[in-house]
């Protein structure tokens, strides 16, 4: 069975840092690109952040581009988030998901329960 | 970015009913278009991928139609637990990956 468990989210000043864990089971971790989708408080879904399953390539939405760095560590199985600069619209649950790519298409097939970060003074 | 617009952002309907959704790329996509249900305080469960591929486990209730730019999901015989929030998404190029605004399937 496939499960993904984030952790790390929580309360931060503006301006702070934050990293959020991701610790995956169920499948091949390594085969597998991932990605850390958000959601603001009752706003929608917003694709922040996607890594290759090698690590190599890392693709990240604008408004985060150059704050948040995406990473993993196939031997823990474990996606990462490091939040730098954090803003009040940061605010958000943070969902990692693992994607899957096929020929006819592609996306997220399977969801974490995600964390809360809250970004205030 | 590729922007996507769902219509309606919300609905009224009842157990039985036949529900459609529409979701419109900013450019064309393809058939690079999944659609999600969330239903409040959970995770996004994907439903249809490529447009109209039924995700395994997903009843058959469900269906999508469409390439290009315009792109529909139905819901045939409205069921209580498909109360939710829908949204689409396009995978087409690289990431990031945009969804809809999301649409609310309310109890009429």
């Known amino acids: 069975e496939v499960q993904l468990v984030e952790s790390g989210g929580g309360l931060v000043q503006p301006g702070g840092s934050l990293r959020l864990s991701c610790a995956a089971s169920?499948?091949?971790?390594?085969?597998?690109?991932v990605a850390w989708v958000r959601q603001a408080p009752g706003k929608g879904l917003e694709w922040v952040s996607s890594i290759t399953g090698s690590g190599v390539n890392t693709f990240y939405a604008d408004v985060v581009e150059g704050r948040f760095t995406i990473s993993r560590d196939n031997s823990k199985n474990t996606l990462y988030l490091q939040m730098n600069s954090l803003r009040a619209e940061d605010t958000a649950v943070y969902y990692c998901?693992?994607?899957?790519?096929?020929?006819?298409?592609?996306?997220?097939?399977?969801w974490g329960q995600g964390t809360l970060v809250t970004v205030s003074s | 970015d590729i922007q996507m617009t769902q219509s309606p952002s919300s609905l009224s309907a009842s157990v039985g009913d036949r529900v459609t959704i529409t979701c419109r790329a900013s450019?064309?996509?393809?058939?690079?278009l999944n659609w999600y249900q969330q239903n409040a305080g959970k995770a996004p469960k994907l439903l249809i991928y490529?447009?109209?591929s039924l995700q395994s486990g997903v009843p058959s209730r469900f269906s999508g139609s469409g390439s290009g730019t315009d792109f529909t999901l139905t819901i045939s015989g409205l069921q209580p637990e498909d109360f939710a929030t829908y949204y689409c998404q396009q995978t087409y190029s690289a990431p990031p990956w945009t969804f809809g605004q999301g649409t609310e399937v309310e109890i009429k």
């Open positions: 450019q064309t996509i393809g058939r690079y």
């Open positions: 998901a693992k994607v899957f790519i096929l020929a006819a298409g592609r996306g997220a097939d399977y």
């Open positions: 169920g499948f091949t971790f390594s085969t597998y690109t």
């Open positions: 490529a447009a109209s």
